[in-house]
């Protein structure tokens, strides 16, 4: 998992390296760009599936209420459809203009 540092995180001045994960991110983002950061680590992926998996809590009430596995998984598989429905039928569809 990759937890960005603060915008305010300011690396220590003349370490290379960086002791800690979180200190080399740091020193990542300083080189690269937050944006540039985020596409080389796939944090904007990592942000899609938590919105994906809020909105499926949303729409179970964060629990299943079948008893055995098989009843759950197509329980889990009947939110993910109507989650999916819902996306397409909000997502706007984007066309790049020239």
């Known amino acids: 998992i990759v937890i960005p ?3 305010t995180s300011i690396p220590e ?3 290379s390296c960086g002791g800690t994960e979180r200190e080399r ?3 990542r983002i ?3 760009g937050r944006m540039r950061w985020q596409e080389e680590t796939g944090y904007g992926r990592r942000s899609i599936v938590e919105t994906g998996v809020f909105r499926l ?3 179970t009430g964060g629990r299943l209420s ?3 596995f098989g009843a759950q998984k197509a329980e889990a598989k009947i939110a993910v459809a109507i989650a999916n429905k819902a996306i397409r039928a909000a997502k706007p569809v984007m066309v ?3």
Do not use: D, F
């Open 5 to 7: 540092p603060r915008s």
């Open 13 to 15: 001045q003349g370490s």
């Open 57 to 59: 809590t949303q729409i």
């Open 96 to 98: 790049r203009v020239r």
């Open 30 to 32: 300083a080189s690269l």
């Open 25 to 27: 991110h740091a020193l």
């Open 66 to 68: 079948a008893r055995t």
